[in-house]
């Protein structure tokens, strides 16, 4: 091995002048056996430079708190969601001023609405005094400041727990029925008070139908965050338990694949995704996350609409599990995964990380 070339002292008029000397901490002395000039790792080599060139950031302002809400008196944990409660009404407004200052202005609510209260074709949705319009209400006069994006989708209201009206034969969910079931749960949203209706159903032309009619009934200002890309995935899977829409123990999951996209198509989530703009959208999502990065990515360089991601529930239980069994470090595996979804193009992040994000955030300052 070569060793590092001593430099000759230069000398002026016959003075010697002394080189800087080189701080041996900081840079210590490497053996050059490679023939390399440009190294990369020349922009790694202390926690300041790092800092200063990372290219992508995680700040609270980005994320978006998904909260379920109960009609129970007291918090109920969510067995697969450890950390998450479902939020007795009286405590939301505390909650989602306590978000707000740690940074995280935005929350997504979903109901968990009692199994007497559920029918097949999910009334309990247009019902004005629900749980869903009540906690809204609740919101906006506790915590006037946080950004509601309130889910308009009918599995909270239905026995059977997909996400519309199903056919005369029970076979498939009747689109335009459903479509017609969202319009008007969207107007009572937009009447509570919500900033964003979130379709999270994947009807077809779900959209322009939402926008014309909030448009139609001086709801101009209230928006929609479009679940665009919303694929059926395996990963809701503790979802479902929170808000009580899986199947009952023993019987099969069910399929959603009729709606929500087949995980294998890129194309058609960017098809998916010009459609809503083209409807009246203002932010898209992508759903999952972390598994539709690429989707993410697409969607980032094909509209200028900022861009939603939700790490979902599965997401969120898996490096839970992980850590749990000592396998991960449930930090520094969360902060990689919200920050490749940043890195990947979303703007903002619904994540069940977002509250111990902003907290551990607050206490690095
Ligand atoms: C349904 C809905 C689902 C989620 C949000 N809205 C699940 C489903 O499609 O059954 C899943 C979110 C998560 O897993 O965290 N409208």
């Given at each position: 091995m070569t060793k590092c070339p001593t430099p000759k002292r230069p000398t002026w008029a016959g003075f010697a002048v002394a080189l800087p000397q080189r701080s041996a901490n900081l840079h210590p002395p490497m053996s050059a056996s490679l023939d390399q000039s440009v190294r990369l790792r020349r922009l790694r080599a202390s926690a300041g430079i790092r800092a200063m060139l990372g290219e992508t950031v995680v700040e609270p302002r980005h994320l978006i708190q998904p909260l379920f809400v109960t009609e129970g008196e007291v918090a109920e944990p969510v067995g697969s969601l450890p950390g998450v409660s479902r939020i007795p009404l009286a405590q939301l407004g505390a909650k989602c001023a306590e978000l707000l200052a740690l940074g995280i202005h935005g929350v997504a609510l979903f109901p968990k609405v009692d199994a007497a209260r559920k029918t097949a074709e999910g009334a309990e949705a247009l019902n004005p005094s629900n749980l869903a319009l009540r906690a809204i209400r609740e919101i906006k006069a506790k915590s006037p400041g946080t950004v509601i994006f309130a889910d308009i989708a009918l599995d909270p209201y239905t026995t059977h727990g997909h996400d519309g009206i199903l056919n005369a034969a029970g076979t498939d969910v009747d689109n335009d029925r459903t479509v017609e079931a969202l319009v008007k749960m969207s107007l009572f949203t937009a009447q509570a008070g919500a900033d964003f209706v979130a379709?999270?159903?994947?009807?077809?032309?779900?959209?322009?139908?939402?926008?014309?009619?909030?448009?139609?009934?001086?709801?101009?200002?209230?928006?929609?965050?479009?679940?665009?890309?919303?694929?059926?995935?395996?990963?809701?899977?503790?979802?479902?338990?929170?808000?009580?829409?899986?199947?009952?123990?023993?019987?099969?999951?069910?399929?959603?694949?009729?709606?929500?996209?087949?995980?294998?198509?890129?194309?058609?989530?960017?098809?998916?995704?010009?459609?809503?703009?083209?409807?009246?959208?203002?932010?898209?999502?992508?759903?999952?996350?972390?598994?539709?990065?690429?989707?993410?990515?697409?969607?980032?360089?094909?509209?200028?609409?900022?861009?939603?991601?939700?790490?979902?529930?599965g997401e969120y239980a898996q490096l839970h599990a992980a850590a749990e069994k000592g396998w991960l470090d449930l930090r520094a595996t969360r902060d990689e995964s919200l920050l490749a979804i940043r890195r990947a193009g979303a703007d903002v992040i619904l994540s069940y990380f977002a509250e111990a994000y902003a907290r551990d955030f607050a206490a690095r300052k």
């Open positions: 379709p999270s159903d994947m009807m077809d032309g779900r959209v322009k139908a939402i926008r014309k009619a909030l448009d139609t009934s001086g709801h101009t200002g209230t928006g929609i965050l479009a679940y665009s890309a919303k694929f059926a995935s395996a990963f809701y899977g503790p979802f479902r338990d929170a808000i009580g829409s899986a199947r009952k123990a023993g019987e099969a999951p069910i399929s959603k694949a009729t709606y929500q996209m087949n995980p294998a198509n890129r194309r058609e989530a960017a098809r998916e995704a010009i459609l809503d703009a083209e409807e009246g959208a203002d932010l898209l999502m992508v759903k999952p996350a972390g598994a539709y990065l690429d989707i993410i990515r697409d969607l980032r360089e094909s509209t200028n609409l900022p861009i939603a991601a939700y790490q979902v529930s």
